[in-house]
C-alpha cells in the first residue's frame, strides 16, 4: 500500500521538494478525487487524494520524483444542464501541469456521451487515449541571466513562430529544428540581432492540442492558440524530451536569448482552451469542474458563451480561473524568466457579466500584481462577442497591437481615398487612439503584417484568400484583406509589376519603422515570404508557413533594407518619441511637427479633406524633442523630411523654405533597390529645390544638427 500524507492545499499541482511530491487540485464539485500515477509500461496506480480544505484536494507522496507520469480522476454528479460534468472514467490533465507527455489520440472514449445517442454518459475509460502530466524537476542553472529590460521607445518587436521560423533553416542542426533549441540557436540569434529586434513574441508554447475536425483531415494546429495546459511549455517545441526536458529546454532558450539582449515575450490564450464546446471532449478543466473554469450560458447551463469563435470562454469572474491566469503568468515570469505576454483576444477576459468593462477584476489583479505589471503587456483588443472591438480602450498599464495602424497603413498604400488624415495619426503615434487615457506613443504596437492574415509579400500579391489546402472551401480567413495584387493576382514575370510590388513592400516596411511607436515585424517577411495567398495558415504545419531560407540570396535587397531602416530607427530618437508631438513649440522656437503639401506650403483643412489627397510632407524637427533623456539631459536629433507620395503617378515636391532646415540630404527612396542608410555621396538640397517623387514611393530627406 503506498504512503500518502496529507500534505497542503498550496502550491497548486504537482510539486516536488526533493523528496516526494505534493498533489494539489481544485474542484468545487467534487465529491471524491483520484490521483492516477502511470508506470512507463503505461500500469495505472490510483490513489485517493485523502485532504480537502476550501474545494482544494490535496496529498503528499513521499519518493515521488521527477518524470513521474500522472493525471486525475474526478467523482461527482453529471448533470450538464446544472452546468456539471464530472465523470471519473474520464483520465484529466492538471490545469497547473508543468510538463505534458504523450499525444492525444482522438477515441470517442475521450467525449463524455456515445456518438450515436448523445443523451447516454460515455463510461469508457481514456486514459489509453491521453497525454499525462509530468512531475518536473524545477532546478536550472541560469547563472547570471538578466532581463534586457529594453525601454518601449526603443523596442523592436519580432513575431515568431518556432517551428516556423526554424524548421528549413540550414544552419540549425536537422533534429533541432522546429524546436526551442533552434530558437535559441546563434544562427538564429544572428539573424534577429542584423535585424535590431530587441524582443521575440513567440506564438503560442503553452501546451495545446489540435481539433479533431482538423486530424480528420489530415490536418494539424500549428499555430497553437489551443491550449489546454497553461504552465507547460509545448512538448512538441522540445528536441530533448517531454519528460520535463521541455522544461529545462525551453529556460536554455530564454537564457540564451538574454545574453544576446533579446526579451522573450509569449503569446498566450486564457480566453478558451482545446475542450471545445458541449458536444467537445473531456481533458481537464471540464471533468474538474465545469462551471468554475467556463462561461456558462444563464437560461441552459449545457452550453457555453462563446466570445472566441472556438466553443468555449474561460470564466474570468470566478476567482479560481482568475487564480489560474495570475499563477500562471507569475509563473512564467519568476521561474522561466520571460519578459512579457501578448494576450490573445484580451477583449474576452475583461467581460464581466457580458460587456466589456475596463475596470474588471482581470485588470485589477494585473494592476495590483507586483510582478506582472513592471513586464510588458500587449493586448490584442479585440473578441469576436457584440462589442469586442476596444482597440484604445485598455488601461494604462498596457500596449495594445493596433488593429488601425494596419488597416489604415494598408488603405492608403492600396490607394483609398480620404485615407489622409487617418494616415497621418497613425504615422504620429495614434494620439486620438491613447492620449487621453494618459499612454504614450508606445501604447501602439503597430504592424502592417501578422500571423493572421497575408504574409507581406502576399499582401502587395493577392487580391483574395486562396486557402484551398485548409479543405474548407476556401470559406475561412477574413475577406477584409485591404491588399492590392498591383494588377494581376499571384506569381508575375511581368518586369513593371515586380518592381512595383516591392516599392509597395518597401514603403510599408518605411511606413512600420518610421511611425511612432513600437514596430512589430511578423516573421519572413524581411525574406519576402510568402504563403501563396493563404491568408489563414493555423492549420499548414509545412511549407506553406515556414521561412525559406533560400530567400537569404534572392530577397537579399529586401533583408538588407530592413536592416538598414531598423538602424535608422535606432540611431535617430526622432522616429523614438516617448511623447506626443503638440505642432508647436514652448519656446518660441521651431515646431516639433509640420504637414506640408508637395508645394511645400502648410497643410490646411481643406488640404487634408480633399478626397483624392494622397501625398504630402512631413516634418519632423529633432531639435524640438522636448522629452529627456535617460538622465534628464536635453535630447537632440537631426531633422527630418517625409516626402510621401501614395498617389499612382509621379509627383515633383518643393522642399520648404530655409526656417525648416539650411540643407536636406536625400538617405532613403522606396523606389531604389538597394537603398543603404546613406546619406548618398554629394547629393543634397537647398530650401526651395525641386525633388521628383516616383508614384507610390517615400522618400526620406535629412537635416544635419548645425
Avoid at 342 to 354: G, I, K, N, V, Y
Wanted: aromatic content about 12%; hydrophobic content about 35%; some cysteine.
Amino acid at each position: 500500500m503506498r504512503e500518502v500524507w496529507p500534505g497542503e492545499p498550496y502550491p497548486l499541482g504537482g510539486t516536488w521538494d526533493g523528496v516526494g511530491t505534493s498533489f494539489s487540485v481544485f474542484s468545487e464539485v467534487a465529491e471524491r478525487v483520484e490521483l492516477c500515477l502511470f508506470g512507463d509500461d503505461g500500469s495505472e496506480e490510483r490513489v485517493d487524494l485523502p485532504e480537502v480544505d476550501g474545494f482544494v484536494w490535496h496529498g503528499y507522496l513521499p519518493g515521488i520524483m521527477p518524470g513521474q507520469r500522472y493525471g486525475y480522476r474526478v467523482h461527482g454528479p453529471y448533470e450538464p444542464a446544472r452546468g456539471h460534468r464530472c465523470n471519473p472514467a474520464k483520465l484529466l490533465l492538471d490545469p497547473y501541469a508543468k510538463a505534458i507527455d504523450g499525444e492525444l489520440v482522438w477515441n470517442e472514449a475521450l467525449f463524455p456521451y456515445r456518438f450515436t445517442r448523445p443523451e447516454a454518459s460515455n463510461t469508457e475509460d481514456s486514459a489509453p487515449f491521453m497525454p499525462k502530466n509530468v512531475v518536473i524537476n524545477p532546478f536550472f542553472d541560469w547563472g547570471n541571466d538578466r532581463a534586457p529590460r529594453t525601454p518601449y521607445h526603443q523596442t523592436v518587436i519580432y513575431e515568431a513562430h518556432v517551428r516556423g521560423m526554424t524548421m528549413r533553416h540550414p544552419a540549425v542542426p536537422e533534429e533541432q529544428r522546429g524546436t526551442y533549441a533552434a530558437i535559441g540557436h546563434p544562427a538564429i540569434i544572428d539573424h534577429l540581432l542584423s535585424l535590431g529586434v530587441t524582443a521575440v513574441e513567440l506564438m503560442p508554447v503553452h501546451h495545446f492540442m489540435p481539433e479533431h475536425f482538423l486530424v480528420a483531415r489530415g490536418l494539424t494546429n500549428y499555430w497553437g492558440y489551443n491550449t489546454m495546459a497553461y504552465l507547460a511549455p509545448h512538448a512538441g517545441y522540445s528536441s530533448s524530451g517531454t519528460r520535463g526536458e521541455q522544461v529545462l529546454e525551453f529556460k536554455a532558450m530564454v537564457r540564451a536569448l538574454h545574453e544576446a539582449g533579446i526579451e522573450v515575450i509569449l503569446d498566450v490564450v486564457y480566453n478558451h482552451t482545446a475542450e471545445g464546446d458541449h458536444m467537445g471532449p473531456t481533458l481537464g478543466f471540464r471533468g474538474i469542474d465545469n462551471a468554475a473554469y467556463y462561461r456558462l450560458h444563464d437560461g441552459d447551463r449545457r452550453y457555453y458563451l462563446d466570445y472566441t469563435g472556438c466553443g468555449n470562454s474561460l470564466n474570468v469572474r470566478s476567482p479560481h480561473a482568475l487564480q489560474l491566469i495570475m499563477d500562471s503568468l507569475r509563473y512564467w515570469v519568476l521561474d522561466m524568466h520571460v519578459d512579457g505576454f501578448r494576450f490573445d483576444l484580451a477583449a474576452a477576459l475583461a467581460r464581466e457579466l457580458h460587456d466589456v468593462d475596463r475596470l474588471s477584476a482581470f485588470f485589477d489583479l494585473i494592476q495590483q500584481d507586483p510582478v506582472i505589471s513592471q513586464v510588458k503587456l500587449i493586448a490584442e483588443p479585440w473578441d469576436v462577442g457584440p462589442g469586442g472591438y476596444q482597440v484604445g480602450n485598455f488601461p494604462p498599464l498596457w500596449t495594445e497591437w493596433n488593429g488601425k495602424f494596419r488597416d489604415t497603413v494598408r488603405d492608403f498604400w492600396r490607394g483609398t481615398g480620404s485615407a489622409l488624415p487617418e494616415f497621418a495619426s497613425r504615422l504620429t503615434g495614434s494620439a486620438d487612439l491613447y492620449a487621453t487615457s494618459g499612454r504614450r506613443p508606445v501604447a501602439s504596437i503597430n504592424f502592417v503584417t501578422c500571423h493572421d492574415g497575408f504574409t507581406l509579400a502576399d499582401l502587395v500579391s493577392y487580391d483574395r484568400k486562396h486557402n484551398e489546402a485548409n479543405s474548407e472551401d476556401n470559406r475561412d480567413g477574413t475577406d477584409d484583406n485591404r491588399s492590392w495584387n498591383c494588377g494581376v493576382e499571384g506569381p508575375v514575370e511581368d518586369p513593371e509589376i515586380v518592381r512595383l510590388r516591392h516599392r509597395q513592400r518597401r514603403n510599408f516596411l518605411t511606413t512600420l519603422f518610421l511611425s511612432q511607436g513600437v514596430p512589430m515585424l511578423s516573421h519572413g517577411d524581411e525574406l519576402g515570404r510568402t504563403q501563396r495567398g493563404n491568408n489563414n495558415a493555423y492549420c499548414q504545419d509545412n511549407e506553406i508557413a515556414w521561412i525559406d531560407w533560400s530567400m537569404l540570396r534572392t530577397e537579399s535587397d529586401l533583408l538588407e533594407f530592413v536592416r538598414s531602416l531598423s538602424r535608422l530607427r535606432r540611431d535617430h530618437p526622432v522616429f523614438q518619441r516617448r511623447r506626443f508631438f503638440h505642432g508647436g513649440s514652448s519656446d518660441g522656437g521651431k515646431r516639433d511637427l509640420v504637414w506640408l503639401t508637395p508645394a511645400g506650403a502648410e497643410m490646411t483643412a481643406g488640404d487634408w479633406h480633399t478626397g483624392y489627397a494622397k501625398s504630402l510632407m512631413v516634418y519632423l524637427n529633432g531639435e524640438a524633442i522636448t522629452e529627456p533623456g535617460p538622465r534628464g539631459e536635453p535630447i537632440t536629433d537631426d531633422s527630418f523630411l517625409m516626402l510621401i507620395n501614395a498617389h499612382h503617378e509621379d509627383l515633383t515636391f518643393t522642399l520648404p523654405g530655409p526656417e525648416f532646415g539650411p540643407t536636406w540630404i536625400p538617405i532613403l527612396d522606396t523606389n531604389d533597390d538597394t537603398f543603404q542608410a546613406g546619406p548618398f555621396p554629394d547629393d543634397h538640397w537647398s530650401p526651395g529645390s525641386l525633388v521628383a517623387v516616383t508614384s507610390r514611393s517615400i522618400q526620406l530627406l535629412r537635416s544635419p544638427l548645425p
